[in-house]
């Protein structure tokens, strides 16, 4: 009966779903807290969560031979908890890059995307690290959803901040902690630019691809694999489409983070969906 359940294509879909709600709401309580705490507080945080990231990297490394959906369920949230990690220090202010502040008005459109690369270059540097070691990890893998959970995530950020840059009609920086603020000024809210249509086209068809993979599975392990993949996916594939509706997507984090006083200081254009 266990394994039944656990291979359910339904139940992984629901899980995924579940995860992507959970984690990105405690990243955020873990980033508001740090803030009244101040710097050190941002010091503590990504200290404190450093077990996650161990934890991490030992469960991608105890499942490359595991064909069992138990073990793609550890791949997919170990692969979640080193990402996860790398967002926690981001959003924290200790892996970000060079240029921390913010993007005079008016500059040419290829200043202020040097300014906008400035202010994550660190941060897509360990990125990139982090998807060269699970593609090695996992090259001759068994189990190789650690790799696609992560190549699945890297790919959509890159989507959504490249549309961030380019311009969207709605960006939520509510949850934005205090050691990005700068980050706004670097992206454009207005009319959709070319790249959005381009992202969603990509994204609707990586989703197909996942659920014809998961149609035509004949394991468990990969009919476990492909519905987590098909729901990740789809998840990032409507953080882009809140890009561009009127939905208050803030209110799904809500009960978890109190509504913030208003600041006049504050720039209040940003981006926090997602993990």
Same mark, same amino acid.
């Given at each position: 009966?266990?394994?039944?359940?656990?291979?359910?294509?339904?139940?992984?879909?629901?899980?995924?779903?579940?995860?992507?709600?959970?984690?990105?709401?405690?990243?955020?309580?873990?980033?508001?807290?740090?803030?009244?705490?101040?710097?050190?507080?941002?010091?503590?945080?990504?200290?404190?969560?450093?077990?996650?990231?161990? *934890?991490?990297?030992?469960?991608?490394?105890?499942?490359?031979?595991?064909?069992?959906?138990?073990?793609?369920?550890?791949?997919?949230?170990?692969?979640?908890?080193?990402?996860?990690w790398i967002e926690?220090?981001?959003?924290?202010?200790?892996?970000?890059?060079?240029?921390?502040?913010? *993007?005079?008005?008016f500059v040419p459109?290829?200043?202020?995307?040097?300014?906008?690369?400035?202010?994550?270059?660190?941060?897509?540097?360990?990125?990139?690290?982090?998807?060269?070691?699970?593609?090695?990890?996992?090259?001759?893998?068994?189990?190789?959803?650690?790799?696609?959970t992560f190549g699945?995530?890297?790919?959509?950020?890159?989507?959504?901040?490249?549309?961030?840059?380019?311009?969207?009609?709605?960006?939520?920086?509510?949850?934005?902690?205090?050691?990005?603020?700068?980050?706004?000024?670097?992206?454009?809210?207005?009319?959709?630019?070319?790249?959005?249509?381009?992202?969603?086209?990509?994204?609707?068809?990586?989703?197909? *691809?996942?659920?014809?993979?998961?149609?035509?599975?004949?394991?468990?392990?990969?009919?476990?694999?492909?519905?987590?993949?098909?729901?990740?996916?789809?998840?990032?594939?409507?953080?882009?489409?809140?890009?561009?509706?009127?939905?208050?997507?803030?209110?799904?984090?809500?009960?978890?983070?109190?509504?913030?006083?208003?600041?006049?200081?504050?720039?209040?254009?940003?981006?926090?969906?997602?993990?």
């Amino acid at each position: 009966m266990g394994g039944a359940v656990l291979s359910s294509p339904w139940i992984a879909g629901v899980l995924a779903l579940f995860i992507w709600w959970f984690s990105t709401g405690i990243i955020l309580v873990a980033v508001k807290s740090a803030d009244r705490a101040g710097r050190d507080g941002h010091v503590l945080s990504g200290l404190l969560a450093l077990p996650v990231l161990i *934890c991490g990297v030992w469960g991608v490394m105890q499942t490359t031979g595991r064909s069992d959906p138990l073990a793609v369920y550890l791949a997919f949230g170990s692969a979640l908890a080193i990402w996860g990690w790398i967002e926690l220090a981001f959003l924290a202010g200790l892996v970000t890059g060079p240029n921390r502040a913010p *993007c005079p008005p008016f500059v040419p459109e290829w200043e202020r995307f040097l300014r906008a690369w400035g202010t994550i270059a660190y941060h897509e540097m360990l990125l990139v690290i982090a998807f060269v070691w699970l593609a090695w990890v996992t090259r001759d893998a068994v189990n190789p959803f650690a790799f696609w959970t992560f190549g699945v995530l890297f790919a959509a950020r890159i989507s959504a901040k490249l549309n961030l840059f380019f311009g969207v009609p709605k960006i939520n920086t509510e949850f934005l902690p205090r050691p990005l603020a700068h980050l706004p000024s670097h992206f454009r809210r207005g009319r959709q630019s070319w790249l959005f249509p381009v992202s969603i086209t990509l994204l609707s068809f990586a989703t197909a *691809c996942w659920l014809e993979r998961l149609y035509s599975a004949e394991t468990a392990m990969a009919v476990v694999g492909f519905a987590l993949l098909s729901a990740l996916t789809a998840l990032a594939l409507l953080e882009h489409w809140l890009m561009v509706l009127p939905l208050p997507d803030e209110k799904l984090w809500r009960w978890m983070i109190p509504a913030p006083k208003p600041d006049p200081k504050r720039l209040t254009r940003g981006d926090t969906h997602g993990f």
